[in-house]
């Protein structure tokens, strides 16, 4: 089963719940719980694991054309073809050129051209990593290449991770509501969002609720930092009958803790019950 994190704004706690999952989860199905971290531009998870042993990267690449300038007639079809304006034709300066920040692989100047001038050749996407842990069947991870805006095709290889092997895969997806979540969640069987109990938490919320439902996706809340802000966002959820998960309290001796990279140490009693209710409720989902 997949269950994807994500979170309609960054800061909301989402990294913290999404290893807290990954723990207590593990604790319960025996380290049968896998964590991909599908935020490539900025993958943080592993910070928590200074001892985490790699196992494997590899590099990876994308497809994209180049342009033999003796076969190209400047014709201009390719670029019609290309939705993400990505050649540049300029007919009288028998000028072309590929921006490879702008292709995103998908073929269609290859079907345009009549007359053989483009060639498939590899563009560097980023990299793979796989890491064992002291407690779970180990993260992955997909680091973008630097200067690359190709997050959705590296979240696309990353999630073939999967290990088919365990009970759980976690998807760590990266924060708002645009193309790399969607990417991240569109395989998920449930999601879990987190949120804040404050106005711009309550805010991008509203967003990527109004995301998941569109495309589907079964999901519930977990309201971090619980008893900081106002009480709106529990009153939008329950007009809305949005399945509450649980609520995180917050506490300042935990986001210290947080701060040394210490997430497993010392787990405040309050906060361990209320994952151990969180996963009760998983549970019922999972199995």
Avoid at 165 to 188: F, N, R, Y
């Amino acid at each position: 089963m997949q269950i994807a994190i994500a979170s309609g704004k960054g800061g909301t706690g989402k990294t913290t719940v999404t290893l807290n999952l990954y723990y207590f989860l593990s604790e319960k199905y025996n380290n049968q719980v896998q964590l991909i971290d599908c935020d490539v531009e900025e993958p943080n998870d592993l910070l928590f694991f200074p001892q985490a042993k790699k196992e494997a990267e590899k590099k990876v690449f994308t497809i994209v054309p180049e342009i033999d300038k003796t076969k190209c007639t400047y014709c201009k079809k390719c670029v019609e073809w290309c939705e993400f304006n990505a050649i540049s034709i300029v007919t009288k300066l028998k000028f072309a050129e590929v921006n490879y920040e702008l292709c995103h692989s998908c073929g269609a100047c290859f079907e345009a051209c009549s007359f053989d001038a483009l060639k498939q050749i590899q563009h560097p996407l980023g990299s793979i990593s796989d890491y064992q842990t002291y407690f779970g069947a180990g993260i992955s991870e997909g680091r973008l290449e630097i200067g690359s805006a190709m997050q959705t095709a590296l979240i696309k290889k990353v999630k073939k991770q999967t290990d088919s092997k365990q009970k759980i895969t976690l998807l760590d997806a990266p924060p708002g509501t645009s193309c790399p979540v969607v990417e991240t969640v569109s395989t998920a069987d449930y999601v879990v969002l987190v949120t804040e109990p404050t106005p711009f938490g309550l805010h991008d919320l509203k967003i990527t609720v109004e995301l998941l439902k569109e495309i589907h996706k079964p999901f519930g809340v977990v309201v971090n930092k619980a008893g900081l802000g106002n009480d709106d966002i529990y009153r939008f959820l329950e007009e809305n009958n949005i399945g509450l998960l649980g609520k995180i309290p917050f506490s300042k001796a935990y986001a210290e803790n947080y701060s040394r990279g210490a997430l497993f140490e010392n787990i405040p009693n309050e906060i361990e019950q209320s994952y151990h209710s969180i996963i009760g409720k998983l549970a019922t989902i999972i199995n």
